[in-house]
């Protein structure tokens, strides 16, 4: 937009929401250039929003999306800002809508095992402020300590404990959303089962703030479980470990959730010389529930040839490993971090053809200790952390790993990215994942929310190629 009317979009905002909570100058909007998605390294804060604002009420988001449907400015709904695919990017430049204000819990139902509040909270406030009542949300991903309810929900985020409790997906029931052209829409009532009207929820799940700005959430809650167990078994290497976990998961035992890895330098982390496979499982329940897996697994442990750690450094790893969790994951720098899905069949030709094929090909290679992870439970999701090539031409090989990587994936049949997100990463390679007639059922629910493509414009949702 030409300065003139940025001057009068900046007048209406600070006449809506009041000064304080509108921001225009550069130096104060250098934060808003990115999330901790890797941009071209020459453009590391090439794309700048022309404001960013701090609603706190659904009233204050109605106000700004208003003024922005008006004017036909982008917007890009802010969570905690963590996520790494550069869902927050500002490429059309546009305002910013910064929820990190509205952060109030607003309601508290005990008998009915739900809570209402506003999608600025970050889950682990949230757990706060749940457990006087003794309750838990159960939505413990990895970038828990900073991540919002609103920025979860629209990534469709990812839960260490999905096995007993699934994700934030099995957690809605109702949504607030502030849509395009200003309009109010609550998504259904708060009750724990309905089948009447179309699931509207699901819509705003994992759409990225490109179908409206999430205000306020009614998610299921769980009672704080009575007990907590945790075991750690050491593996000759990741296969055995992962053959161990694929076992556990074929019988009817009730872990939370748990992790299976190739590690290196194992000894730092307490295990037995020459093991370097471990996986970990959670245990949440009564006391006697919570007894009776661990004792179930133990044995399984022992029939598979596995070691199982001592609780002290069972403990010690789980304590290291959630302390570090967010921050390791949110690192900016020259690495990258896949979280695909393929068949567990075919995981061996998955890791071969990456590690062995795809990254020399490229000049690169994992990074340390993070060449195999594969969560343990119903999703199944495989990780994994490369190196970014640096040098000449170093950008280009990059999108060449990220394209072989979603060929790859999709060719046996799995997925581009489980709980990342698309963003701007992956936006190219979707074609691989869904046909012509999904991505233009896509493109047309887009139209439906979002007009005039001020959402979140160049975001999830690839434009239709045109044909030659």
């Known amino acids: ?49 022309d404001m960013a604002v701090f609603p706190e009420t659904t009233a204050d988001v109605h106000a700004v999306v208003r003024i922005a449907s008006a004017h036909k400015i982008p917007l890009i ?27 109030k819990v607003l309601e508290v139902s005990v008998p009915n095992l739900y809570v209402t509040v506003q999608t600025g909270i970050t889950l682990k406030e949230l757990d706060e402020q749940l457990e006087p009542h003794g ?41 607030e959303v502030v849509l395009a052209n200003g309009d109010v829409l609550r998504t259904g009532p708060k009750v724990l089962y309905t089948s009447t009207g179309y ?48 076992r556990v998961m074929s019988t009817p035992v009730g872990f939370v959730g748990g992790e299976a890895y190739g590690i290196e330098e194992s000894a730092k982390i307490g ?35 596995g070691v199982l750690a001592p609780d002290e450094i069972a403990s010690k790893f789980i304590d290291r490993y959630t302390s570090q969790w967010c921050g390791a994951r949110a690192v900016t720098g020259f690495e990258d971090a896949l979280t695909t899905y393929v068949p ?20 690169t290679r994992n990074v340390p200790g993070e060449k195999y992870s594969l969560d343990v439970g119903r999703y199944r999701i495989m990780a994994g952390r490369f190196l970014i090539p640096i040098g000449e031409n170093g950008w280009e090989r990059y999108q ?22 698309v963003g701007i990463e992956h936006i190219d390679n979707l074609e ?31 434009a239709r190629r045109s044909v030659p």
């Open 344 to 363: 567990v069949e075919k995981m061996v030709e998955f890791y071969d053809k990456l590690w062995n094929h795809i990254m020399p090909k490229y000049g």
């Open 199 to 246: 699931r509207l929820s699901q819509l705003f799940i994992g759409a990225e703030g490109t179908l409206g700005i999430i205000t306020e959430a009614t998610l299921r809650v769980e009672p704080i479980p009575e007990k907590r167990g945790l075991m750690l078994a050491f593996y000759d290497d990741f296969w055995k470990a992962n053959d161990a976990a694929l």
């Open 432 to 462: 691989l994942e869904y046909s012509d007639v999904a991505l233009d059922t896509m493109r047309a629910i887009k139209k439906v929310f979002d007009p005039l493509n001020i959402m979140n414009p160049g975001k999830k949702i690839p």
């Open 135 to 175: 309750l838990i949300l159960t939505q413990e991903q990895g970038s828990y300590k900073v991540a919002t309810v609103g920025g979860s929900i629209s990534t469709a985020g990812f839960s260490r404990k999905h096995q007993k409790y699934g994700t934030i997906s099995d957690r809605v029931m109702s949504l």
């Open 77 to 103: 709904p802010k969570g905690g800002g963590s996520n790494r695919t550069g869902m927050l990017v500002p490429i059309h430049g546009g305002i910013v809508v910064d929820t990190i204000r509205m952060n």
């Open 1 to 49: 937009m030409v300065k003139q009317d940025l001057e009068q979009v900046r007048k209406e905002l600070v006449g809506a929401l009041g000064e304080a909570k509108v921001l225009w100058k550069r130096a104060d909007l250098i934060p808003y250039a990115k999330d901790t998605y890797r941009i071209r390294f020459d453009e590391e804060y090439r794309y700048v929003p």
């Open 271 to 305: 295990a037995p010389k020459g093991k370097e496979g471990l996986f970990y499982l959670a245990f949440e329940g009564t006391g006697g529930e919570v007894d009776a897996q661990m004792s179930y697994v133990r044995k399984l442990i022992e029939e598979t040839g």
């Open 400 to 421: 060449k790993i990220l394209r072989e990587i979603a060929e790859l994936a999709t060719g046996l049949g799995g997925s581009i990215s489980s709980c990342h997100g």
